[in-house]
């Protein structure tokens, strides 16, 4: 009996990756002003896509910049929360059959959070936003690092010799603290090394399902 692979879509995650590296410039940009990091203004891209974009995309998601942007970040979030399913196949660790789920799940609640901060609250309601990212989505998100870190773990004690992925994977909250520092912004900082350890938990054995 053949078997097939659960509704996961590996490719998805370097798709949120990229998408994660051209729209965090972007929304950094935006939110910082003159105080953004450097090296964003030195970008080519930026300036180039900002005016683009807006055009088209402002009938569907509003006038403000912003919000046109940081509307954008879900699909971000959809493209890692496709990238693995929750679910892996028996041979792993048990550790890493808790972890792995538990950084899915984590992952979906701050996927909803995000569209409360940039979908419902925006820039007109100041105070809902606060609930929303600081109270929610930031949470929601290291506590997703924070499994992805555990899973990086089970995979290093579990499998022969040293394999770099399996290092990353556990090194996933120092890179999100790297990468939100040269950034700037979040959760677009967070979600580059989210995206990175989405991408490398797709290609761990999960479970499958019988082909009819």
Not at 30 to 39: R, V, Y
Not at 94 to 100: E, P, T, V
Not at 115 to 140: C, K, M, N
């Amino acid at each position: 009996m053949s078997n097939r692979l659960s509704w996961r879509v590996p490719g998805a995650a370097l798709i949120a990756l990229v998408l994660d590296l051209l729209l965090g410039p972007i929304q950094s940009q935006i939110w910082n002003g003159t105080d953004a990091p450097a090296w964003i203004g030195s970008l080519i891209w930026p300036d180039i896509a900002r005016p683009w974009v807006q055009n088209i995309l402002a009938p569907v998601l509003g006038p403000e910049p912003y919000e046109i942007f940081g509307r954008l970040t879900i699909l971000i979030y959809l493209g890692n929360l496709m990238a693995w399913s929750p679910f892996f196949a028996e041979q792993e660790s048990r550790l890493l059959r808790i972890a792995a789920p538990f950084a899915w799940a984590a992952l979906a609640i701050a996927a909803l959070a995000d569209i409360g901060s940039y979908w419902v609250a925006g820039l007109h309601d100041e105070a809902l936003r606060f609930h929303t990212f600081w109270q929610v989505e930031v949470p929601a998100l290291a506590l997703c690092l924070l499994a992805l870190m555990l899973a990086g773990i089970a995979r290093i004690r579990t499998r022969t010799g040293w394999h770099m992925s399996d290092i990353l994977l556990a090194a996933t909250p120092l890179t999100a603290i790297l990468a939100t520092g040269t950034l700037q912004y979040m959760p677009h900082g967070p979600l580059a090394a989210i995206s990175i350890g989405a991408f490398i938990l797709s290609k761990t054995p999960q479970v499958t399902r019988p082909s009819s």
